[in-house]
C-alpha cells in the first residue's frame, strides 16, 4: 500500500471540497481548482477528510494512487494558504519592474524582456532585485517561476542571472585560477 496515498487529506475551515463523478472541484479564499481523477481510483469524502483508494495492487494503480493523493492535497493547500515562489535577480545593471501586469526586465540583452502575468498567478516586484509570484495553483506557480529564470539563468563563473531565493550556484574558477 501507499504510505503517501493512504495518508487522509484534512480539509481546513473555509475550503470546500466537491466530488462529481471523476472531477474534484476544491473552492477557498484563493479560488477555485479542478482535477480529473484518472484510472480506477477512488476519492471519498466523510465529513472535513478526503480519502483515496486504489481497488487493486496493478502497477498502473499503484503509481496514480500516491500522486492522485498528493495532487488533492495540494489544491486544498493552494485554494486555503496559497503557494509562492521567490526569484533573485543578480548581475550589475539587472533589474526588475511591474508595468500594469506585466514585468519587464532589464536582463543585459539589447532589449527588455517582457513576460505577461498569467491567469491566476500575481507577480510583485518589492524591489528592483526581487520577483515573488504567487498563486493557488503550485504547478503553475512553479511553471512561470522556471520561464522567468530561463531568461537568464545564472551563470557559473560570476553568479549573475535570475535565480531561486533558496538556490546555491555552484562557482567556477576563472582561466587564471589554477
Do not use: C, W
Request: aromatic share 4%.
Amino acid at each position: 500500500m501507499s504510505r503517501i496515498g493512504k495518508k487522509p487529506i484534512e480539509i481546513p475551515a473555509g475550503v470546500e471540497v466537491k466530488l462529481d463523478g471523476s472531477k474534484v472541484t476544491v473552492k477557498g479564499a484563493k479560488g477555485t481548482l479542478e482535477h480529473t481523477v484518472v484510472g480506477e481510483i477512488k476519492v471519498a469524502i466523510e465529513g472535513n477528510v478526503v480519502t483515496v483508494t486504489r481497488p487493486n495492487d496493478e502497477k498502473e494503480n499503484r503509481s496514480l494512487h500516491g500522486m492522485t493523493r498528493t495532487l488533492i492535497a495540494n489544491m486544498v493547500e493552494g485554494v486555503s494558504k496559497g503557494y509562492t515562489k521567490e526569484l533573485d535577480v543578480v548581475g550589475v545593471g539587472y533589474r526588475v519592474a511591474k508595468q500594469g501586469k506585466d514585468l519587464v526586465m532589464n536582463l543585459g540583452y539589447s532589449h527588455q524582456v517582457i513576460m505577461p502575468e498569467v491567469d491566476g498567478i500575481s507577480i510583485e516586484v518589492p524591489n528592483p532585485n526581487k520577483i515573488i509570484i504567487s498563486g493557488a495553483d503550485k504547478q503553475a506557480v512553479g511553471q512561470f517561476a522556471a520561464e522567468v529564470r530561463k531568461k537568464r539563468p545564472p551563470e557559473p563563473y560570476k553568479g549573475k542571472g535570475i535565480r531561486y531565493v533558496d538556490e546555491v550556484v555552484r562557482r567556477k574558477e576563472g582561466k587564471t585560477g589554477k
